[in-house]
């Protein structure tokens, strides 16, 4: 007697899966918080240190970095604030994740020297589409000519205003729900207003991803007079209610949630 098999729609199982990865990770971190003293805690760093093997062969094991966006990574490091940029294994994450579900179209709030607008063009068909926002010309004229090797520079469509004026064009235009990836790492401020809007921006099972609501792996404690944790900390737990998402929370880097629209 055969028994009928279970079935699991695509973003059912993408929430599943990326409920079972933050699950890893984050009984990773509290068994290394409980057991381990203060001073052998891995430090927050893009870079692999020089001195962590393990994490130097787990980088080489599974990175899969184009010669431009490890380029562009570098020269990002070499900035003003290049530590605030998403690190790699971010980037890749989002990059398999955009492949998964076969995005096309992509949102990324907070370009800087587009890394991460590098990355998840390289993720996207030849048809595909990067929006990119970004208040400072700047640091974007550092990554083009690299956006240009890769040979993605006319994936990425930079616009150079408040993120929530793009957002507010985005949505009179008549792109909501046609948005496969967003990514928000602007300013901590606006996020909730960010939040909203590219819920809106996106399509069901599409994903959203936040970066930097953790400091150093820890969970975010505001203090008084701190906006920027107080802010994040107000999202998460918004994000955590809100009936229209799924929701995992990956300790990568400095913290990333991943919030897949119903």
């Known amino acids: 007697m055969t028994h009928p098999m279970l079935r699991i729609s695509a973003p059912a199982a993408l929430a599943l899966g990326s409920a079972a990865l933050g699950a890893a990770f984050a009984t990773g971190l509290l068994l290394g918080k409980w057991g381990l003293p203060w001073r052998f805690r891995r430090q927050q760093r893009l870079l692999p240190p020089e001195d962590s093997p393990l994490w130097q062969y787990l980088l080489s094991r599974s990175m899969r970095e184009h010669p431009a966006l490890r380029s562009l990574r570098l020269l990002t490091l070499e900035q003003p604030r290049g530590d605030s940029m998403m690190t790699c294994e971010q980037a890749q994450l989002l990059a398999n994740l955009a492949r998964l579900i076969k995005a096309k179209k992509v949102l990324d709030l907070g370009t800087f020297t587009g890394y991460s607008a590098l990355a998840l063009a390289l993720a996207l068909p030849p048809d595909g589409r990067v929006v990119t926002c970004e208040v400072d010309a700047g640091p974007p004229e ?14 990425i469509d930079l616009r150079l205003k ?18 496969d990836v967003t990514v928000v790492d602007a300013d901590k401020e606006n996020c909730t207003a960010y939040y909203e809007r590219c819920l809106q921006l996106l399509r069901p099972g599409g994903v959203l991803a936040i970066l930097r609501v953790l400091w150093r792996g820890e969970v975010l404690r505001p203090r008084p007079g701190d906006r ?3 802010c994040v900390r107000n999202l998460n737990e918004r994000i955590l209610r809100d009936a229209r998402v799924y929701i995992s929370l990956l300790p990568l880097g400095d913290g990333l949630t991943l919030a897949f629209k119903i």
Do not use: I, N, S
Not at 163 to 171: G, K, P, S, V
């Open 142 to 155: 550092l990554g083009r000519p690299l956006w240009r090797q890769a040979e993605m520079e006319d994936k």
């Open 228 to 230: 920027r944790a107080e």
């Open 162 to 179: 408040p993120a929530l004026d793009t957002l507010d064009e985005l949505l009179a235009a008549g792109e909501a729900g046609t948005f």
